[in-house]
């Protein structure tokens, strides 16, 4: 008799199966109905066919709990295997059909890419006109977590006794690896379907199973986000032996099998990567394509260019890209410490924060995209101990979260300098937390994103992130009592008071006096 917990792996193995199989042949039976309505009674009978292939295939699989569960394992393995020979060879052929030309949307810029409100200093004898904003801004919808149910990871595909492995550098850490999969470079010079097709098919001959098992596993015990799995997918393509082109292919490959609905186009004999994500991709161009954008990714900004793009996904590869950053990476590295200074009602004060600088070169090249995920984000462990470790022992000193509010307000208000994006980097960037306390100077949406993640951190307060026009500011959710006579701003029958990092020397409940009339919208943060 098998245990709950077998009967519970093998029931996930098959649901998972019986999603890829069902969800495959739907998304390219739509596909055909858009493409070639002629022949849709055609395609549909071989669809069909291949739908009850695969349901026999499923019940093989549902027949195999009568027997031993480590016969089971090998047996699914034996069977996923199959399938997916298969499927590889289906998409090869897939490939070699002449593939669609695209061409380009412009890339969309971001609201209010130069802030226009620069730092401004609380006067003394200031009138305090209070105002109370009423917002009915609809909830941003927030991409939810996702667990990556991968069925490479549940069958957990058995090491060759032969395997060799190297390393990779990333994150400032040495990763062991098993050698990656490579394929011969070809000596056709020339760009084309054929050859692209070609190269799927010798990666996929192969035994690199075991490959995207181990760097799955690596991505789940190092909290590695989608874009930072994409960035260390680069970093193992950098040791092979190959040109910018070959490289870019075998990551869309690795990709792909990973179950990432990437892309790749060709134009000017240059390969092109495209990936499609659940936000909005700023300064990025995109393509329309199976009504998703797909974002160019190694591409100069400005660059424009139509493209050769196949259509349709390999039938496993499901999964978009998600920016959230939930978890940092789990890293360990060397840390860098920064101590910073301000005044506290005329005393000075000095708080010394640790962070780790390997997640800065990941950070730097992060896609500009929605300022929740910025205001979202959660640093690593590392810094969240050495924020706690800073702060805590004076926030013990105060008896009202009142109290301890302004003292974070003010901390952030005093002990950064201001500069633009335009002016620090030449571009648009919002920042990171560990960013704030790598980079010399941070602006208006900086000290927001740094405040929020303070209070929500040290004081377990909710926050909001206010978005003027040119301006970027946050608004707090105080108990009722604790705070009387303030700026608020309402929101989902909440009153939040308004509490301004770029005001210097302003009190909570305090908005800058020339914005109190605008408009504003309302950030939310995941």
């Not at 991409?143 to 390393?167: A, G, H, R, W, Y």
């Amino acid at each position: 008799m098998k245990s709950p917990l077998k009967k519970i792996y093998l029931s996930t193995s098959f649901a998972i199966f019986a999603f890829c199989f069902t969800n495959c042949n739907q998304a390219v039976f739509a596909q055909i109905n858009n493409n070639n309505p002629d022949k849709k009674d055609e395609k549909k009978k071989e669809l069909e066919k291949e739908k009850n292939d695969h349901l026999k295939a499923f019940e093989e699989m549902k027949n195999l709990q009568n027997n031993d569960f480590q016969q089971d394992k090998k047996e699914q393995q034996k069977l996923f295997k199959s399938f997916w020979q298969k499927q590889n060879k289906k998409f090869v052929e897939h490939l070699k059909k002449p593939w669609v030309n695209v061409k380009p949307e412009q890339a969309e810029e971001p609201d209010d890419v130069t802030p226009e409100i620069k730092p401004i200093e609380a006067k003394p004898d200031r009138k305090m006109e209070r105002i109370h904003l009423k917002t009915d801004i609809t909830p941003i919808e927030i991409t939810p977590s996702v667990p990556k149910d991968n069925l490479i990871l549940k069958l957990e595909m058995p090491k060759k006794e032969n395997t060799k492995t190297t390393f990779c550098i990333f994150l400032e850490e040495n990763w062991e690896i098993p050698v990656p999969p490579i394929f011969k470079k070809s000596e056709n010079l020339g760009l084309s379907e054929k050859l692209i097709a070609n190269y799927w098919g010798i990666l996929a001959e192969q035994d690199y199973l075991y490959f995207i098992q181990k760097i799955l596993k690596i991505r789940e015990e190092k909290s590695l986000n989608d874009w930072a799995f994409f960035e260390f997918l680069g970093k193992i393509s950098e040791t092979l032996p190959y040109e910018e082109n070959e490289k870019n292919i075998w990551r869309w490959f690795m990709l792909v099998q990973a179950g990432y609905q990437a892309k790749i186009g060709y134009q000017n004999e240059k390969i092109y990567v495209l990936l499609p994500f659940h936000q909005t991709v700023f300064r990025k161009t995109y393509y329309n394509i199976d009504n998703s954008r797909y974002y160019v990714i190694n591409t100069k900004e400005g660059e424009r260019v139509s493209l050769q793009i196949y259509s349709g996904n390999f039938p496993a590869s499901t999964q978009k890209f998600d920016l959230h950053l939930r978890q940092s990476p789990n890293v360990q590295t060397a840390s860098s410490e920064r101590i910073l200074t301000f005044l506290y009602k005329n005393k000075k004060q000095e708080i010394k924060l640790e962070y780790q600088k390997s997640v800065i070169e990941l950070y730097k090249n992060y896609p500009l995209t929605d300022l929740n995920v910025f205001f979202g984000a959660k640093p690593s462990e590392f810094i969240s101990k050495s924020i706690k470790t800073a702060f805590e022992p004076i926030l013990k000193n105060f008896a009202t979260k009142k109290e301890k509010l302004q003292y974070l307000l003010t901390f952030v208000q005093k002990a950064f300098e201001y500069q633009t994006d335009q002016q620090q980097f030449g571009y648009e960037k919002p920042m990171f937390v560990e960013e704030t306390l790598h980079y010399g100077y941070i602006d208006c949406e900086d000290r927001s994103i740094l405040f929020s993640y303070l209070v929500r951190e040290l004081l377990g307060l909710e926050v909001l992130g206010i978005d003027y026009p040119g301006h970027i500011a946050t608004a707090v959710l105080m108990p009722d009592d604790e705070v009387k006579n303030a700026d608020t701003v309402e929101y989902n029958k909440k009153s939040y008071i308004i509490c301004d990092p770029t005001y210097i020397n302003a009190n909570i409940g305090e908005a800058m006096p020339d914005l109190k009339a605008l408009k504003i919208e309302v950030i939310l943060i995941p």
